[in-house]
């Protein structure tokens, strides 16, 4: 199995710091809550797409946070177990 590269950082938030992980072309692959998930970051440099792609989710979740957003338009590929993969599908077709 080929590992591939994540990029990591933080996000303070008003609820503790976030842990996000983009892949090489910025899209999302992680997102952990506070006291949860995997080392903090990774040092720069990022490669150019995924350091967009970090600003991008981090711009976002501040947003979100500040209530300023209400849905979000990142690329995703969340990485997980067939059961987790089942519950994410079925719960983004769910509406508000």
């Known amino acids: 199995m080929v590992q591939m590269a994540l990029f990591r950082s933080t996000l303070d938030t008003a609820y ?10 910025g ?9 949860r998930g995997r080392a903090a970051s990774t040092r720069p440099p ?4 995924a350091a967009a792609g970090m600003r991008d989710a981090q711009q976002q ?3 979100y ?7 979000f338009d990142l690329p995703l590929a969340p990485r ?6 089942r519950v ?4 983004s ?3 508000a």
């Open 27 to 35: 899209v999302l692959i992680e997102l952990w809550l506070p006291n």
């Open 16 to 25: 503790g710091e976030l842990k996000l992980a983009v892949d090489a072309d």
């Open 93 to 95: 077709r769910v509406t």
């Open 65 to 71: 946070f500040s209530a300023r957003r209400r849905s």
């Open 80 to 85: 997980g177990t067939p059961f987790e993969q």
């Open 88 to 91: 994410w599908r079925s719960s």
């Open 46 to 49: 990022f490669p150019r797409a």
């Open 61 to 63: 979740l501040v947003e």
